[in-house]
């Protein structure tokens, strides 16, 4: 049975860096699952440099909606996998969904989010059947000022409960300021 360890922090934090660290610790087979949809210049330049920095006998998984087919599939093959990121695929979830987003129903935001948290708990339970640890990165974006457009806040909440769940099902949960990885759970 996997362990999930949740890596956490604001933009920039280092959490990626630490989190390629802590995945490098845990055996020599190692699976990255990736998120990031490379949909502008600046976002394919974030994925050429994070390819860079990782260790090139590393196998990749592209899965930006559903990392739980990764998991499912390819966690007996591995020591450990490293998800990154829980934040992004939250942000590919909601945005596949159509929504009104300047007059959005509630009941239709319920059903968004419900769709998220259906693959986190998946996420959960394929790592609970895997023999691969799960390293998770994902962005704390709660410590800033309430958003102002109905999108922004019902992103800003679902990311919330999506790290709420994932830490509550977490063996160990870091987070990263400035570079500096503190333990917040686990021994």
């Given at each position: 049975?996997?362990?999930i ?7 920039r ?5 630490f ?15 990736a ?17 860079l ?5 590393w196998r ?7 990392p ?6 390819e966690?007996?093959a591995?020591d450990?996998?490293l ?7 939250t942000?590919?979830?909601?945005l ?5 987003w ?7 935001m319920?059903e ?28 704390e ?10 999108m ?8 919330g409960r ?16 400035s ?9």
């Open positions: 049975m996997g362990r360890l949740l890596v956490t922090g604001g933009a934090s280092g959490k990626s860096s989190a390629e660290q802590l995945t490098a610790g845990l055996g020599a087979a190692i699976a990255y699952i998120t990031a949809h490379p949909f502008d210049d600046e976002m394919a330049d974030r994925i050429a440099k994070h390819r920095q990782r260790p090139t006998t990749t998984f592209e899965a930006p909606d559903r739980s087919t990764v998991i499912a599939a966690g007996h591995f450990a996998l998800l990154d990121c829980l934040t992004v695929m942000t590919n979830r909601i596949a969904q159509p929504v009104d300047d007059h959005p129903p509630v009941a239709r319920t968004v989010e419900a769709r998220v948290m259906a693959e986190v708990e998946a996420i959960v339970a394929a790592v609970a059947e895997s023999r691969a640890d799960l390293v998770a990165v994902t962005n974006v709660g410590c800033g000022i309430v958003p102002g457009s109905p922004a806040r019902f992103f800003r909440d679902c990311a999506v790290n709420q769940r994932m830490a509550a099902a977490a063996a160990e949960v870091y987070l990263v300021v570079g500096i990885p503190v333990r917040i759970k686990g021994t």
